[in-house]
Nanobody, 121 residues
Framework: QVQLVESGGGLVQAGGSLRLSCAASGRTVTSYTMGWFRQAPGKEREFVARIRWSGRTTYSYYADSVKGRFTISRDNAKNMVYLQMNSLKPEDTAVYYC????????????WGQGTQVTVSS
């Protein structure tokens, strides 16, 4: 089992920044793909970003809506994943979830409880 706990959400004005953190415990997630997802009120959960470490190279992927504004990173020594969010927009308002994927060809296996991000205009 992997436990994931997100933190760092809050209220910020449009154009501002927030940094979300995801602390993993129970297992070392170095070889896992770690992702961030979000769900806005009345909408389905959507992919935001994911990161995978191959042992030599880190691969990151982003949704088009956040590309150039958000940066995903990981600290394998601390079993942590981060999402730096800059130039925030009101449409970024959502609950943000961290997730861990053991098998790249399957769905995400473990999810955190989420952290609320609210961007005011």
């Amino acid at each position: 089992q992997v436990q994931l706990v997100e933190s760092g959400g809050g209220l910020v004005q449009a154009g501002g920044s927030l940094r979300l953190s995801c602390a993993a415990s129970g297992r070392t997630v170095t070889s896992y793909t770690m992702g961030w997802f979000r769900q806005a009120p009345g909408k389905e959960r959507e992919f935001v970003a994911r990161i995978r470490w191959s042992g030599r190279t880190t691969y990151s992927y982003y949704a088009d809506s956040v590309k150039g504004r958000f940066t995903i990173s990981r600290d394998n020594a601390k079993n942590m994943v981060y999402l730096q969010m800059n130039s925030l927009k009101p449409e970024d308002t959502a609950v943000y979830y961290c997730a861990a994927q053991y098998n790249p060809s399957s769905s995400y296996d473990w999810w955190g409880q989420g952290t609320q991000v609210t961007v005011s205009s």
